[in-house]
């Protein structure tokens, strides 16, 4: 287990990760070397039971949290929404 201390903003940047739908276990791995039962452990401890549960209904069988059960293959890998602007020169386009 991991026991490394995590400052307040880094534990509601780890439980906002894993709350995101299209955010992987494996990118909170990469960034805070937690493995997924590390990151459930970790959620369990920073949340309201009722909370967690809700949490552990919404990302159990979710194939959007695991890299590998992931079935869009845009690019290197990362879901873009069809309708997401583009960015050129850090501007974001603006519609004709």
């Given amino acids: 287990m991991n026991t490394k201390e995590f400052t307040e903003r880094e534990r509601d940047r780890i439980i906002e990760m894993a709350w995101e739908d299209r955010t992987p276990f494996e990118a909170i791995t990469f960034q805070f070397d937690l493995t997924e039962e590390e990151v459930i452990t970790f959620m369990r401890r ?48 603006k519609r004709s």
């Fill in 46 to 93: 920073n949340m309201k039971a009722s909370s967690f549960r809700m949490w552990r209904k919404r990302v159990q069988g979710r194939s959007t949290k695991h890299a590998k059960l992931r079935t869009f293959d845009n690019g290197e890998g990362r879901f873009k929404c069809s309708r997401q602007r583009a960015i050129t020169h850090n501007k974001i386009s």
